[in-house]
């Protein structure tokens, strides 16, 4: 069985994913860090990395484009944070006939609401990134880090999920010409929007109309970008790494996404299991039968540590099981919380 | 304070804190420990997950309808879509209320509306509450980033929206969420600089944001305070192997200590709260017994408050 680190060699791009805690964004940073060590050109993409790694990696601001980390390695290492709502705009100016359609698209509310808030946007935007970014051909390797969601795969279906609204039947009826509106739409129908109309305000199907209206001629771009993003998932040179921590609702998460993995015919290439609790010597203490009370107290102390350890062993039971022949790696809870690169170095160490 | 006065300073609780800091454990823990004060307890569950019904021992999913969890425990889930289809059988709107989640148009309306969903969820919480469905009602809420956003969903709708229905729901979820005395976050973290550093942001930004009351802090996983002597080692008739172990065992457990005594007195300075710290277990499967017992030593540091309301 191979190393999870190797896929930062033999892979073009790593997407991370895992419940929320469990140091994915770590994990994913120290995959990156471990390519540019082998001299390739490598770039993390981020959610929402803790502060003090964001500093590490340059990211102190908030940044939409790839930035260099300077570092020790022979090849490259870049670093970005996601933008939701900017990845989102210039995806929308992308496929807009003309600027006025973009404008039109970026100032309607329901706009602003989806690109900050539909559910699925950020898993849609970090899929956006990463299609974007290879396609540049700038990077041997980028590693993705997905948002922590619980539906374990709404980063692939996000892309999906705004083609699905583009195609409402009922708001593409009502952006149809007045007449053919009129004949179209029938009572049914109607009703339903009357009936929204009163619950949320009309103003709100307003916004929607607009919405539409201001899409109209740009789903194909989108349902080609889609396809596009879906295809490089399910490309060889893609690896999905599951992240977990040792803990039961974690590696209950982690067995959930692999399955899905599978199920989507992606599978899984790696599993990363963070904080696990170090043991200590391998075999039981004996303790002198005179042993003073401060030596049992370390006894004690070592036995509480085997026993969660044990504890951990039996949970990961059946994420082995689900991880099938993927290479699985072991990282233990390490001395000190890991906020920067040599943190990341002990880490890569375990990858 | 005593453990009913702690537990009825306000019918609702929600528990907050960044992924995998133990907001589940910590809500199946006070809701066990107003439970073993003689109170009724509800906890609700609002993304679905499993975690809390293998707390208390029970292999199935949680769902819309309450279920005891323990001798005046329940739970129940209370999801957007169920909580929107209630609203609109509420509102008179039973008959199309079938074909509106069919036809999409809810998605699309939901998408336009922002945060409507969480108006719903906490609308419903509000509704549980008011109708004396528990004495405690304890809400598992999203993770921190989510958590500001769910809470925020109503100032949000009422600074977007003007009139109907759905407005009036936005204002009374406000109202319990500004109403210290109705409603206040527990926030859950660990001794550990980066889940204190988000503890921290996120307690700045539901007080400014939101005007929520919060409770008192919840530090997770402390070690209990061991005073090791690593000059016990020397002693003849110990096999240095063992001496080496448990050196080792003892350097770990004695830097962790610290690590976390550190970011204790840094959330302790950042955030002038009460914090209830819960030991270090060493199991990674919370169940039942370890639920009974994180819920009596949570009772032992309520003891420990001050008598008056924080």
Not at chain 1, 6 to 13: D, I, Y
Not at chain 2, 75 to 93: K, M, N, Q, S
Not at chain 2, 227 to 250: E, F, Q, T, Y
């Amino acid at each position: 069985m191979s190393a999870v680190k190797e896929l930062a060699m033999q892979r073009n791009v790593v997407v991370c994913c895992g419940s929320g805690g469990v140091g994915k964004t770590t994990s994913a940073a120290a995959l990156a860090v471990e390519a540019a060590t082998l001299g390739r050109r490598a770039c993390v993409v981020t959610i929402d990395p803790a502060r003090r790694l964001a500093d590490a990696l340059g990211l102190g601001e908030l940044t939409n484009e790839p930035r260099q980390v300077e570092g020790p390695w022979s090849g490259e290492l870049w670093a970005l944070m996601l933008d939701t709502k900017t990845t989102f705009d210039a995806l929308v100016t992308k496929y807009a006939s003309d600027p006025a359609q973009a404008e039109r698209i970026i100032s309607n509310r329901l706009y602003r609401n989806v690109s900050g808030a539909l559910s699925g946007t950020q898993e849609y935007m970090a899929m956006e990134k990463l299609h974007e970014l290879y396609a540049t051909e700038r990077f041997d390797l980028i590693v993705i880090d997905t948002p922590p969601t619980r539906n374990a795969l709404d980063f692939l279906d996000a892309p999906r999920r705004l083609t699905k609204l583009l195609d409402n039947r009922i708001f593409r009826l009502l952006i149809m010409p007045t007449s053919s509106y009129l004949r179209a739409v029938s009572a049914a129908t109607q009703r339903v929007l009357r009936t929204i109309a009163r619950v949320v305000g009309a103003e709100v199907v307003d916004d929607a109309v607009a919405f539409f209206e201001a899409f109209e001629g740009m789903e194909q771009g989108f349902r080609e970008r889609a396809q596009a993003v879906i295809e490089l998932l399910s490309d060889d040179a893609t690896a999905f790494v599951v992240v977990a921590s040792p803990r039961r609702d974690a590696t209950a998460e982690a067995v959930f996404f692999a399955d899905k993995l599978v199920e989507a015919g992606l599978g899984v290439d790696g599993v990363i299991v963070n904080r696990m609790q170090p043991t200590y010597g391998d075999r039981d203490i004996a303790l002198p039968p005179d042993a003073s009370s401060a030596l049992r107290l370390l006894a004690a102390n070592r036995d509480s540590f085997e026993a969660l350890a044990a504890s951990e062993h039996n949970q990961l039971a059946d994420l082995r099981a689900a991880a099938g022949d993927a290479a699985i790696s072991y990282v233990p809870m390490l001395l000190d919380d890991v906020h920067d690169l040599g943190g990341l170095d002990l880490v890569r160490a375990h990858l | 304070m005593d453990t009913a006065g702690f537990c009825t300073q306000a019918r609702v609780l929600i528990v907050a804190g960044k992924g995998g800091v133990g907001k589940t454990t910590v809500a199946a823990t006070i809701a066990q420990m107003a439970a073993t004060a003689g109170l009724r307890a509800l906890i609700v569950e609002i993304e679905g997950k499993s975690g809390l019904g293998a707390a208390f021992g029970h292999e199935d999913a949680l769902d819309y309808a309450e279920r005891e969890m323990a001798p005046n425990v329940m739970a129940r889930t209370v999801t957007p879509d169920f909580a929107l289809v209630e609203y609109l059988e509420d509102h008179g709107l039973k008959r199309v209320s079938k074909r509106l989640a069919k036809s999409g148009a809810l998605e699309v309306v939901s998408s336009a509306i922002p945060g409507i969903k969480d108006i719903l969820v906490l609308g419903k919480v509000k509704a549980l509450a008011r109708d004396d469905a528990a004495d405690l009602i304890v809400v598992d809420a999203p993770a921190a980033g989510h958590a500001i956003t769910f809470l925020a969903s109503a100032r949000g709708l009422l600074d977007a929206v003007r009139v109907g229905p759905i407005v009036e729901q936005a204002r009374d979820v406000d109202e319990m969420l500004r109403d210290a005395a109705r409603c206040q976050v527990v926030l859950v973290t660990l001794p550990e600089e980066t889940p204190v550093n988000e503890a921290i942001e996120t307690a700045f930004a539901l007080e400014d944001r939101i005007g929520i009351q919060l409770g008192p802090l919840v530090v997770n996983a402390v070690y209990s305070h061991l005073d090791l002597d690593l000059s016990a080692l020397d002693m003849p008739g110990l096999d240095p192997r063992d001496a080496d172990a448990l050196r080792a065992a003892a350097e770990f457990r004695l830097h962790r200590q610290e690590l976390q005594a550190t970011q204790i007195a840094r959330l302790a300075e950042s955030l002038p709260l009460p914090q209830l710290v819960l030991p270090q277990l060493f199991t990674s499967a919370i169940g039942k017994a370890e639920i009974d017992e994180l819920a009596n030593a949570m009772r032992d540091r309520v003891a420990e408050l001050p008598a008056v309301r924080v």
